[in-house]
Antibody
Framework: EEQLVESGGGLVQPGGSLRLSCAAS????????MHWVRQAPGKGLEWVSA????????GYVDSVKGRFTISRDNAKNSVYLQMNSLRVEDTAFYYC????????WGQGTLVTVSS | EIVMTQSPATLSVSPGERATLSCRAS??????LAWYQQKPGQAPRLLIF???TRATGFPARFSGSGSGTEFTLTISSLQSEDFAVYYC????????FGGGTKVESK
């Protein structure tokens, strides 16, 4: 069974850091690009970042450039999102998703940035 | 950045009726357009890709059309399980999503 399981969310103060992880199973992980997509409570979807299968190409939405870093470890079937200098407006559910377009999604992890 | 604009924001439809959702790209994206369905408390599910190819698990009443900058998702005869929010997404240049269309019961 294909699975994507996110972890690492939680409550953090503005200016703080979090590292999200997404563990993949049930498919050949290094066949796929991977994404992070977020959704603020009650709002729409926003693509955050993507990384190609071999980490050769990486992209970010403008609002997180210089603050967030995506990475992957194909040996561990995992993708990560290091989030620094967090802002209140980064509060959201963060989903990892597979493929181009994103054809399979995890259930998400909640990041709350609040003092 | 390619901006995706969806209309309407909310569509009120009775079961059995046809629903037509629109999506416009700020520049040509060819057919690099996907549609997603999201129900409350759930992750989005890929519904349509390459503008008109239905993903696994979705019935034939869902269809997509368009190319370039104008795209349409049509649900030919709405069923109760189709009430949800639908998002378009371009994947021509990284990814961007439209703001979504909520399909609700009339």
């Amino acid at each position: 069974e294909e699975q994507l399981v996110e972890s690492g969310g939680g409550l953090v103060q503005p200016g703080g850091s979090l590292r999200l992880s997404c563990a993949a199973s049930g498919f050949i992980f290094d066949d796929y690009a991977m994404h992070w997509v977020r959704q603020a409570p009650g709002k729409g979807l926003e693509w955050v970042s993507a990384i190609t299968w071999n980490s050769g190409s990486i992209g970010y939405v403008d609002s997180v450039k210089g603050r967030f870093t995506i990475s992957r470890d194909n040996a561990k079937n995992s993708v990560y999102l290091q989030m620094n200098s967090l802002r209140v407006e980064d509060t959201a559910f963060y989903y990892c998703a597979r493929g181009w377009p994103a054809d399979f999604w995890g259930q998400g992890t909640l990041v709350t940035v609040s003092s | 950045e390619i901006v995706m604009t969806q209309s309407p924001a909310t569509l009120s439809v009775s079961p059995g009726e046809r629903a037509t959702l629109s999506c416009r790209a700020s520049q040509s994206i060819g057919s690099d357009l996907a549609w997603y369905q999201q129900k409350p408390g759930q992750a989005p599910r890929l519904l349509i890709f390459a503008a008109s190819t239905r993903a696994t698990g979705f019935p034939a009443r869902f269809s997509g059309s368009g190319s370039g900058t104008e795209f349409t998702l049509t649900i030919s005869s709405l069923q109760s399980e189709d009430f949800a929010v639908y998002y378009c997404q371009q994947y021509y240049e990284w990814l961007t999503f439209g703001g979504g269309t909520k399909v609700e019961s009339k």
